[in-house]
């Protein structure tokens, strides 16, 4: 089984900056790749970043060039950083991961979520 823990959310202005992290533990014999989502209220999940094990990135339009993604894959952590915040960015923020566990079975597992409140 494999498990995901999320931090770094919190409130911050508008303007500044946050750092989430997403650490992967448990049955991991390899991660393809992770991700982060969010949710606004009244809204549909959304796409933030993604980073393969090849640290090949994709990103949300409405985030280009104000976050970052990026990984450490000997702790199996992805980080998210997050600057020129705006109140839109205002959302619950998801972890994602996918790959194969050491039972060599695929896995899409999520975390339970990090909370990022951006005042004007």
């Known amino acids: 089984q494999v498990q995901l823990v999320e931090s770094g959310g919190g409130l911050v202005q508008a303007g500044g900056s946050l750092r989430l992290s997403c650490a992967a533990s448990?049955?991991?014999?390899?991660?393809?790749?992770m991700g982060w989502y969010r949710q606004a209220p009244g809204k549909q999940r959304e796409l933030v970043a993604r980073?393969?094990?090849?640290?090949?990135?994709n990103y949300g339009d409405s985030v280009k060039g104000r976050f970052t993604i990026s990984r450490d894959n000997a702790k199996n952590t992805a980080y998210l950083q997050m600057n020129s915040l705006k109140p839109e960015d205002t959302a619950d923020y998801y972890c994602?991961?996918?790959?194969?566990?050491?039972?060599?079975?695929?896995?899409?597992?999520w975390g339970q979520g990090t909370q990022v409140t951006v005042s004007p």
């Open positions: 980073i393969t094990s090849a640290r090949s990135t």
């Open positions: 448990g049955s991991i014999f390899i991660i393809s790749d």
């Open positions: 994602n991961t996918r790959g194969v566990d050491r039972g060599l079975r695929s896995y899409d597992v």
